[in-house]
């Protein structure tokens, strides 16, 4: 059977070939598409031989090749997604079509777009599906689109979506050729071919090459332990390997690397693959380490028999010892045969097994401590968690990942500069273990922050210790802690992203990624109000509304989009009590979305504090004029109890020394909890909403008001913005006393966990 795809020339099917982009065709059996004078072909077919069938339509002939392979998702991952991608190419083939000349119609269609991805990267989930593909398609091929796209202040979001899925390789492919709309004659497409890859060198610019890298062929890999949650650090490896596999149009495989069932959990694989799939990121394929247990058991053998392995049974502390002074372990030498009987021994797991090692016999006298004989095999009886008791000996990492990255055709093994001082033992195991495909290493630096911790040991103390929550909490440099306390996803992309690949290892301040975070957030998020409830000012206005009324006014004065919110307008407004205490008798200030007022009377308590005020409205006073804009809610029923939660760095200490104990800097006040009355706007606020407390700063959803009482407030976590705070470093005398305040901490956060 042969497959044609037949087009007319002046309206090639961007959709379809994008589509066959992402779903390469084979070169005898696949969709060959085919341009034709218009005159002879009005519309984009595809025809099927000897049998005769025919598909008419882009989008028809793009689903079809989607169907061809459901694993790149492109058609959306279930039923919802599903649904979802086909309500934006009924969008694209409708209101974006060429057809579409209005001009205003054609913009309130990209208006609806530009809402929609306002905090999204694609258009339906984690990934490119043809929601994406149908729109770009539209889009590319319309002649109102190259001025919408560049009018300033309009549709910044769907003009981002834009730029960023135009530099993928699989549109590039197809603009290059197609670009304009026109099939290009060969000289054209490769003068379009050189000036895209001038962009694309552009966009490598803080990418160092790929030493022999070429396109198409690049295979990149990212190898989590599943025992544990995702870091920054981890999140900088994920996304470095992938652009790398982006950038040449290679792929990249996820591989767990369980090779240590006493950590592991299915728990964690599931945590990872969707905190993978929350970054944007969709390997080719998912392995396991465990996949090659026989294979890699069989390649001990091998070195055994070799003479270039040997069964240890010193113990352990001892042989820490022996290495670091360079010492030979008096098993070095054994008979070949005497270690195989012990493999035996090991493989079975029993008593005499459970005290051997198996050791790689490389060099004892090397400056490089990892290239002492290190262990590749231990024995371990707990059950693992995909193959249960089915083996007793278990790989060590650095000995597995070599063979595993051979087998899998890796070509580039991204890793940061920590494990630089491998190097040399990962390229002794592919020389020794005769494995035909050698990838190469590719070093970046490791991802370090100030005042924080990325060692699983030291973040499982703070959870042990109940100082937080879990390994979700928002004081966390997990993957969920951060996005939990309010941190996109584009940020933290274009954060990774913009370091680029070097491997110079420098400590980051996190207050650059929460500035990157703020710009993206500050334009597209609500306004509201909240009054600390300890702190709260009655100010009775003498002239106010006798009968409390109310107006809509918007949510975002500079983004009207947002829509609007309800304010609620009475004779007696709360103030904050700091507000409160920086007015004077007879001084006129402003109330926010309100108005002005003058203050005529204001009563003190013995120790200062204001307890009320009285005044007046003067709303027809100008508001550019008075010194203070400030804050207020009305006093009424309707106000909601919500709790505002701060978090601070984990540490006090910016940067530890290697040797230095972590426990003696621990913050003893990571979080802050302050009660507050909130406008009742805030009622219809959903988990995970962002939204900006005026003059308080930015907040993340954490539970919703659920309407019961006061002790299920609404939970909101405070967003970073960027600015810098005062730590004071706790010395080692006030970390004598951090015991103490650690359990008052403790109940504190213990206490907030449960609400």
């Known amino acids: 059977m042969s497959v044609i795809a037949r087009f007319p020339k002046s309206d090639p099917p961007l959709t379809a070939l994008v589509t066959a982009e992402f779903v390469p065709q084979d070169k005898k059996t696949g969709i060959k598409f085919t341009p034709k004078n218009d005159k002879d072909q009005e519309i984009t077919e595809l025809a099927f031989f000897p049998q005769g069938d025919v598909l008419r339509g882009d989008h028809v002939i793009a689903r079809y090749i989607s169907r061809q392979d459901p694993s790149k998702g492109l058609a959306g991952e279930d039923a919802k997604a599903q649904s979802n991608v086909d309500q934006w190419l009924e969008l694209a083939l409708v209101r974006l079509s060429k057809k579409v000349t209005d001009e205003e119609a054609f913009n309130a269609a990209l208006r609806l777009l530009d809402a929609h991805l306002t905090l999204r990267t694609f258009f339906v989930g984690y990934g490119v599906t043809l929601a994406d593909i149908g729109v770009w398609g539209a889009l590319k091929l319309h002649p109102l689109w190259a001025k919408a796209s560049q009018t300033k202040h309009a549709n910044e979001h769907l003009v981002r979506w834009f730029k960023y899925v135009d530099s993928l390789p699989q549109f590039v492919a197809v603009s290059t050729k197609y670009a304009g709309g026109t099939v290009k004659t ?3 497409a490769a003068a379009a071919g ?3 890859g001038g962009r694309k060198a552009a966009s490598k610019a803080k990418y160092q090459e790929l030493e022999g890298a070429e396109e198409g062929k690049v295979v990149t890999r990212f190898p989590p332990e599943p025992s544990g949650y995702l870091h920054m650090g981890h999140v900088k490896a994920a996304l470095l390997n992938y652009h790398y596999a982006h950038m040449y149009n290679g792929k990249l495989i996820l591989r767990f690397d369980d090779t240590n069932p006493t950590k592991e959990s299915n728990e964690f694989v599931d945590s990872i693959t969707a905190d993978l799939a929350t970054l944007g990121i969709v390997p080719a394929k998912i392995t396991y380490t465990s996949d090659y247990f026989d294979l890699i058991i069989e390649k001990a053998e091998y070195l055994i028999k070799k003479g270039l392995a040997y069964i240890d049974t010193t113990p352990n502390e001892e042989l820490k010892t022996m290495r670091k002074a360079m010492i030979e372990s008096p098993f070095r030498n054994q008979p070949i045969e005497e270690s195989l009987r012990q493999w035996q021994e ?10 051997c090692v198996l050791r790689a016999k490389i060099d004892m006298q090397s400056k490089v401590g990892c290239m002492r004989d290190p262990n590749i095999f231990r024995v371990v009886l707990i059950p693992h968690h995909r193959t249960g008791s089915k083996y007793k000996v278990y790989p060590i990492y650095d000995f ?3 063979i595993v990255d051979s087998i899998e055709g890796v070509t580039h093994a991204g890793r940061s500069n920590e494990y630089h001082d491998r190097d040399g033992q990962y390229k002794w195991f592919l020389e020794n273990l005769d494995l035909a495909h050698h990838p190469k290493i590719k070093d970046f630096s490791r991802l370090n922050f100030q005042y924080t911790l990325l060692s699983k040991r030291k973040l499982q103390y703070f959870v042990d210790k109940g100082i937080v929550e879990g390994w979700n909490s ?21 954060f990774i992203i913009a370091q680029g690949s070097s491997s110079r290892t420098n400590l980051q301040e996190m207050e650059k990624l929460w500035a990157l975070n703020k710009q993206i957030i500050d334009p597209v998020i609500p306004r509201y109000t909240a009054i600390e409830t300890s702190k709260k000012v009655p100010f009775h206005l003498t002239n106010g509304p006798a009968t409390p009324y109310t107006k809509s006014v918007p949510r975002h004065r500079k ?22 205490k920086i007015l004077k008798d007879n001084e006129e200030f402003t109330l926010m979305n309100w108005g002005n007022a003058i203050v005529r009377k204001i009563t003190k308590s013995d120790d200062g504090v204001v307890t009320a005020m009285e005044g007046e409205l003067h709303l027809e006073g100008d508001f550019t004029t008075t010194k203070w804009k400030l804050t207020w809610l009305p006093v009424i029923d309707d106000l909601i109890p919500v709790d505002l939660r701060k978090y601070g760095y984990l540490i006090t200490k910016s940067k530890l ?5 972590f426990k003696q800097w621990v913050n003893p006040n990571i979080i802050s909890v302050t ?26 959803v954490d539970q919703p008001y659920l309407g019961f009482d006061a002790a299920q407030p609404l939970v909101l976590i405070q967003i970073p913005d960027g600015h810098k705070e005062e730590i004071a470093d706790t010395s080692s005398a006030a970390a004598a006393a951090a015991p103490a305040k650690g359990k008052a901490q403790q109940a504190k956060n213990k206490k907030a966990a449960a609400q």
């Open 474 to 494: 928002p004081a966390f440099p997990t993957l969920q802690g951060v996005l939990r306390r309010g941190l996109t996803v584009e940020a933290l992309r274009e």
């Open 346 to 355: 090991m493989k079975l797991g029993s008593p005499e097994g459970q005290k």
């Open 657 to 661: 020394a290697e040797d230095e104990d």
């Open 194 to 196: 050189a000036a895209a």
């Open 186 to 188: 060969e000289e054209a």
């Open 675 to 700: 009660s507050t009355l909130g406008d009742p706007n805030l009622r219809l606020a959903q988990k995970g909403d962002r939204l900006q407390l005026e003059r308080r700063g930015y907040f993340i």
């Open 400 to 402: 597995a990942c070599p």
């Open 559 to 580: 983004n009207l989009e947002l829509g609007e919110k309800v304010l609620t307008f009475t004779n007696t407004v709360y103030l904050e009590q700091e507000d409160a």
